[in-house]
């Protein structure tokens, strides 16, 4: 049976219904929304960089990417010049965990034997399976500096005895490749921050002024730009790093490619300074603000300032890996930092020819540090774009 | 459309003006000039040059004049009579060096534009088209590891894996046999059959960069209310996408020139050096290390001027498809 | 007079790593010929999604799960049913934009920008109507000066972007029409456009349906426009019709609570100033895995009844010439629908609509 009420509309009812409809309200989620719309925009930018799982992975790499490159005369068990006579172009130590009559044991080492193939004359390395050497944590080993201060002669891994432990093999000079790739990432991986720094000084100097004043300056500046981003990268980054002399030290020569690497790149971040900066005077919020009598400098950390911030995080962090790529890119030609610095580039330079790397193809190695570098930091870049993005779902 | 050009063309001007500028500043880097570097080397390895020689070489390159002198005199030779001035290194003319390197260069540059295009468009297409599917996810990744490798890497560890497991070493563009022979057809085959590794190495960044624009551009046109017109239309799924989406999609297939053209370049250069081309990178390498300055400046300045070039053409071809830009400009 | 559109029980389902949403949830309408059907509701009721399933152009990850969609071509032969057909065979193409076209809310966005008008226009009735190309241009030149567009043999070969807002709909509407469709589906067609425009368009809309004959449905949140143009009309809420009726009898005399309050949200000439205007609190709630009985609004509804419109689902009920949803008019129940959501399920749909 179907009961059927008249539909009677009049103020009283309504005035009822609105306070029952206020009362029945779902609030059960509020507290959860609540946060959402107070929250800081750098906690809204954390919660979604959280849900970038290969962000996450980027950071953690990276992290830890740079604490072994700081401590490198911990991690890496000798010095970058500690030559092994014998050992020149020796193949990567192989670590065993079984003895010859199939027991297992705590990891050792066999030391190695050159003899020369009569035929082909190439070196051959042989095990030498007579002694066996333990690897050790947490040993002592050559005197360094930690962190160019604390004198130690502390290592995370070494050999008891007199064999080397070669994790990646040997260069042409008897020289330990896995301290030495450890040691040049430092050089590697810091000359990002170095490179990019100063072209965030001179791209947000240049491209705001750009922005703020306009007209000629706005034109003049453009140009420059325009000019920049037109001549291929490298090739420029070649012709500057020749007019470096070569008889500069480590240090100079590291300032030297460091501003090469940066009078090229700022010409990007200007742009998309100038860019967001001549988008943000004309947002509503930017008005209302000039509107309330907000002074200048106000409305600039307050209001344009957090805005581009995130832009510019974004920008510098793929900016980084353009600036180790070019690095090594140099160093490798032996136009950029030059040996006895110690880089991946400087490393990937025994690697120049095919004669070098069929004979040590291990020298590739330092090679996939710059890769995973650079991928790592795309990651983190992609991660944070997406996290900063406030338009996005 | 032809004020458009003009208009273009006349924006170039400045440009290459400036260009020039830069390039002479960078000849003019390194301490102490280069006639002097040049001629204590002579001197070093024992040639003697008399006071007049040395004075005719300063009249020559106006090192008595400014500075500002300097470059007109270098500008004007380039500009009046095509002369980009001498090289020291190989004491020849700037012109004659690069007479047979910078068309190879051209042609393998254009070679490797041509691959990119030719893989990264498809690719994006599927990639996009079947978004979160398991070839997007492979493409999506291989393109990261494109992006993250410079291609001189790519280049030892191709020159590697070949080596190891067949013995071969693929160096340069041509076979042993044809090397220095005259050109003749046998000669272009063997060049083909050479010169598509170089081409396919130099071109897996710019293709990996291509990819992700364009699938990225490709998402936001499908989601757009022209492509559910279209398919209300009753217009078949392929036909639509071809028409409406992809079309709009594939405009940044010209207006990324401007940043692949000169990536390609500049990645040519190095990977040209470890496989031992003979293009202008190995030349510029040898320049630059030995301070030959004009050599040097001018392959900048020549790439710099082809990438200019490239831009316009691109930006040309983008008015000319997209007749909102058209629009646009003329207003 | 004949029906040529019947949906029956029409269930749409979007399935979201969230769950499964319930876009439609057993629709049922019909629809005349030349006469005018409006959907109104708030955004997210399903009114989109009804017109999209109609056309079969249901976005992933969206799927018809049940239900039928019967299209009468002609008064006296048997219907077609929309709903198994393959989307992207020729069967459903033959139909769209031939029999039953579609117009969009954006005609900002719904041409294509590198495209001239009159290539989108002529490209439809190359589709259906005729192979030749110089008589599709005459047709296209012909359906442009009908829907007001002056000077059509220069316009034809403009860009969307040279034409304004109200010009851009007017082609958009030559379009959908250049092939003689029976159903013509408008889906808020004047939303993003001003108000004088907005009586054109209707009035244009109007006048060619005096003229083709065409049935139209039209969607829209907007009760003005469905009081000028709609016979019928029928009232959504989360994914089902509340109300169905004469639009005389739904304006004058609403029954479900919902549609009262959202007449009542319509500010009035000579109401007195200062008065406060009625809102419904709250928004729709997105139909995602909610409880698989109740009355959707029964959160909203300040008549609700506990234990009741919780509980139970209310059917559609006719009463006093018009259908209604709602436990204050009927008790009786909607029957219990099994539909299988599994991937199993889904995938039975799917082969079944592929026959």
């Known amino acids: 049976m179907a009961t059927v009420k008249e539909s009677k509309i009049d103020e009283g009812t309504l005035a009822s219904a609105d306070e029952k409809l206020l009362a029945g309200v779902d609030e059960s989620r509020e507290p959860e929304l609540e946060k959402w719309f107070t929250a800081s925009q750098g906690q809204l930018i954390w919660w979604r960089f959280k849900k970038h799982k290969m962000a996450l992975i980027g950071i953690a790499v990276l992290a830890l990417l740079y604490f072994v490159s700081m401590f490198a005369e911990f991690f890496g068990p000798y010095g970058t ?15 065993r965990f079984r003895t010859e009559e199939g027991r297992f044991r705590s990891p050792f080492i066999y030391g190695l034997t050159r003899t020369v193939d009569r035929a082909t004359f190439r070196q051959v390395f042989t095990d030498d399976t007579s002694v066996m050497y333990d690897v050790k944590f947490f040993t002592r080993g050559e005197q360094g500096k930690i962190l160019w201060l604390i004198p130690s002669n502390l290592k995370f891994i070494g050999v008891d005895g007199d064999v080397p ?10 020289r330990d490749l896995f301290s030495r790739t450890l040691h040049g990432s430092r050089l590697s991986l810091f000359i990002g921050f170095g490179g990019v720094f100063l072209s965030f000084v001179l791209g947000t100097l240049l491209g705001g002024l750009s922005g703020y004043f306009g007209g000629v300056v706005d034109d003049v500046i453009q140009r420059m730009i325009d000019v920049l981003l037109s001549i291929p990268t490298i090739p420029l980054w070649m012709a500057l790093a020749a007019a470096i002399p070569r008889h500069w030290g480590v240090t100079q020569t590291y300032f030297a490619i460091t501003l090469v690497l940066a009078v090229v790149g700022w010409a990007g971040l200007a742009r998309i300074v100038r860019g967001k900066l001549l988008a943000l005077r004309e947002e509503d919020f930017v008005l209302a603000a000039r509107i309330f009598g907000s002074r200048q400098l106000y409305i600039i950390r307050r209001h344009l300032l957090p805005n581009f911030m995130s832009y510019l995080i974004v920008h510098i962090t793929l900016a980084i890996p353009a600036t180790i790529l070019g690095e090594t890119s140099l160093s490798f030609l032996g136009l950029g930092l030059q040996p006895p610095a110690v880089s991946w580039g400087v490393l990937l330079r025994d690697a120049q020819n095919i004669t070098a790397i069929a004979q040590r193809p291990w020298q590739l190695i330092p090679g996939a540090f710059v890769v995973i570098a650079v991928l790592m ?6 991660g944070l774009r997406d996290a900063a993005d406030p338009y996005k779902s | 459309m032809l004020a458009y050009i003009v208009r273009r063309f006349l924006i170039i001007i400045p440009l290459l003006v400036l260009i020039s500028i830069i390039v002479f500043i960078v000849i003019q880097l390194p301490p102490g000039d280069y006639l002097t570097t040049y001629i204590s080397s002579l001197r070093a390895s024992g040639v003697e040059l008399d006071e007049r020689e040395i004075e005719g070489l300063i009249r020559q390159y106006g090192l ?3 500075v500002t002198e300097q470059y007109f005199i270098w500008v004007g030779g380039i500009v009046l009579r095509g002369n980009f001035g001498w090289s020291f290194q190989w004491q020849r003319s700037v012109n004659d060096v690069l007479a047979s390197r910078l068309p190879m260069t051209l042609a393998v540059g254009l070679a490797s534009l041509f691959f990119v295009w030719l893989m990264a468009i498809p690719i994006a297409i599927i990639s996009a088209t079947r978004q979160y599917s398991l070839f997007d996810y492979v493409f999506t990744f291989i393109g990261f590891i494109g992006l993250a490798m410079p291609p001189f890497l790519l280049a030892l560890v191709v020159l590697w894996i070949v080596y190891s497991t067949t013995g071969v070493a693929i160096t340069g563009l041509f076979s042993r046999e044809f090397a220095e022979a005259p050109w003749s057809f046998a000669k272009v085959l063997d060049l083909m059959r050479n010169a598509w590794v170089p081409v396919v190495i130099i071109g897996i960044a710019g293709t990996a960069g291509l990819i992700r624009v364009l699938r990225a551009t490709l998402l936001d046109e499908l989601r757009k209310q022209y492509v559910v017109t279209a398919r209300a239309k009753g217009l078949a799924e392929n036909k639509l996408l071809f028409k409406y989406p992809i079309r709009i999609a594939m405009n940044p297939v010209f207006s990324t020139i401007g940043w692949i053209l000169p ?10 050096i470890v496989l031992n081309l003979q293009t202008v990178g190995p030349a510029l390498m040898r320049a630059t290390l030995a301070q030959d300055m004009y050599l040097a400046g001018s392959i900048v300045l020549i790439l710099a001027f082809l990438t200019v070039i490239g831009t316009f053409i691109s930006d040309l071809l983008l008015a000319w498809l997209d007749p909102r830009i058209r629009y646009e400009r003329k207003n | 007079m004949a029906n040529i559109l019947e949906v029956k029980d029409l269930r749409t389902f979007f399935f979201l790593e969230e769950g499964t949403l319930k876009a439609l949830d057993g629709v049922s309408f019909s629809l005349e010929r030349n006469k005018t059907l409006g959907i109104i509701g708030e955004s997210g009721c399903g009114k989109s999604v009804t017109a999209q399933s109609i056309l079969r152009i249901v976005p992933h990850p969206g799927r018809i799960m049940s239900g039928e969609i019967l299209f009468h071509k002609t008064d006296s032969g048997e219907p077609v049913d929309l709903a198994t057909y393959d989307p992207f065979g020729s069967g459903i193409r033959d139909i769209r934009g031939a029999e039953i076209s579609m117009i969009f809310q954006e005609p900002m966005t719904s041409l294509s920008p590198v495209h001239t008008i009159g290539n989108q226009i002529i490209e439809t009735i190359l589709l259906h109507r005729t192979p030749d190309k110089i008589e599709a241009r005459e047709i296209a030149i012909e359906m442009l000066a009908k829907v007001g567009i002056s000077n059509p043999k220069q316009r034809i070969d403009e860009y969307p972007y040279q034409l304004s807002g109200g010009m851009r709909q007017r082609a958009m509407i030559a ?3 250049s092939c003689n469709p029976a159903i013509l589906i408008a889906d808020e067609p004047t939303t993003a456009l001003d108000v004088t425009v907005q009586a054109q368009i209707l009035e244009l809309m109007r006048s060619l349906q005096d003229q083709f004959g065409m049935g139209i449905i039209c969607i829209t949140h907007n009760l003005g426009v469905i009081a000028e143009i709609a016979d019928t009309v029928a009232v959504m809420y989360l994914g089902r019709i509340v109300e169905h009726g004469t639009a005389e009898e739904v304006f004058n005399n609403p029954m479900h609570p919902y549609t009262r309050r959202l007449l009542m949200s319509i500010p009035k000439l000579g109401k007195k100033a200062g008065t406060r205007l009625a809102t419904i609190k709250g928004t729709v709630p997105i139909p995602l895995n909610r409880p698989p009985r109740e009355c959707g609004f029964f959160t909203r509804c300040p008549e609700a009844m506990a234990g009741k419109c919780n509980v139970k689902t209310p059917a559609l009920v006719e009463t006093h010439g018009h259908s209604v949803r709602c436990f204050l008019h ?11 959501e599994s991937r199993k399920g889904r995938r039975q749909m799917l082969k079944e609509t592929a026959k």
Do not use: K, W
């Open chain 1, 81 to 95: 010049t500690q030559r092994f006579a014998a050992y020149e172009n020796a193949p990567p130590t192989r670590i």
């Open chain 1, 165 to 174: 432990l070669l994790i990646f093999g040997a260069d042409r000079l008897g």
């Open chain 1, 377 to 382: 930091f795309s990651f983190l870049g992609d």
């Open chain 2, 64 to 66: 008595d004049r400014s």
């Open chain 2, 263 to 272: 990536g390609l370049i500049s990645g040519q250069v190095i990977v040209a």
């Open chain 3, 175 to 177: 379009m959908a029409l």
């Open chain 3, 330 to 340: 009927s008790d009786e129940e909607e029957p219990m629908v099994e539909i299988d």
